[in-house]
């Protein structure tokens, strides 16, 4: 069985001592770092832009995994490439021209991801799934770190994994919101390729051996 891919969230690291935590990441054996970026419109929370985004690059040495919580995503993407993004996800929920939008992604040479919210069905994936290198299960409600995991997205998890089965085998799946090691793992077993983790790894008192736990599941 593959290993586990991790991607710790930045949104739950020390924000005066970023470059320490970024280079703590590039020596952990995490696979992505996970970039929030938030508007305050499509989610009730502002987060970094692309001036600390570029600072982050700077000093980051693993790939970035950029998650954009934002209502007008388009003008953004090749500015979210040009700050090293290997990943670009948006949400099915903000996106007026989805397909349009991950055609576009993939034109800039990232990777292409769309993201649901809890209470989206993993059906209306299924018209650009065959398009995409990575759908994100949010398991929490997104804006805020440290929320409390949602249940039903083990269900989600599985039924995406099915559906890619027929329309995208090579999809990675990714989850978001309340990963630790019990959810992780019950996750993994329900499909999931890549786990992201913020308060979990960034809280604990030892975030490398953190990763490692994680990726082990």
């Known amino acids: 069985m593959a290993e586990t891919k991790v991607s710790p969230s930045l949104l739950a690291a020390d924000f005066a001592n970023l470059q320490?935590?970024?280079?703590?990441?590039?020596?952990s054996g995490a696979d992505y770092i996970h970039i929030d970026i938030m508007d305050g419109r499509f989610v009730?929370?502002?987060?970094?832009?692309?001036?600390?985004?570029?600072?982050?690059?700077?000093?980051?040495?693993?790939?970035?995994?950029?998650h954009l919580m934002i209502e007008e995503a388009d003008p953004y993407l090749e500015e979210c490439v040009k700050s090293g993004a290997a990943i670009i996800t948006v949400h099915l929920e903000?996106?007026?021209?989805?397909?349009?939008?991950?055609?576009q992604?993939?034109?800039?040479?990232?990777?292409?991801?769309?993201?649901?919210?809890?209470?989206?069905?993993i059906s209306l994936?299924?018209?650009v799934l065959p398009f995409l290198d990575l759908a994100l299960?949010?398991?929490v409600n997104p804006g805020f770190g440290g929320q409390a995991f949602i249940e039903t997205t083990y269900e989600k998890v599985r039924a995406l994994r099915a559906l890619a089965a027929k329309l995208q085998p090579s999809l990675i799946i990714e989850v978001d919101g309340g990963v630790n090691l019990e959810t992780g793992?019950?996750?993994?077993?329900?499909?999931?390729?890549?786990?992201?983790?913020?308060?979990?790894v960034f809280r604990s008192s030892d975030p490398v051996a953190t990763v490692q736990s994680?990726?082990?599941?």
């Open 185 to 200: 793992k019950k996750l993994v077993e329900a499909g999931a390729d890549m786990l992201v983790a913020g308060s979990f």
């Open 20 to 27: 320490r935590d970024v280079e703590m990441l590039n020596h």
């Open 214 to 217: 994680l990726k082990s599941l």
């Open 44 to 66: 009730p929370n502002l987060s970094f832009g692309f001036p600390v985004t570029q600072a982050v690059q700077k000093h980051a040495r693993i790939p970035l995994d950029f």
């Open 137 to 139: 299960v949010m398991s």
């Open 94 to 103: 903000a996106c007026r021209h989805l397909h349009r939008t991950v055609s």
């Open 125 to 127: 994936l299924a018209p």
């Open 105 to 121: 992604i993939r034109n800039l040479g990232a990777m292409a991801g769309v993201a649901l919210n809890p209470h989206s069905d």
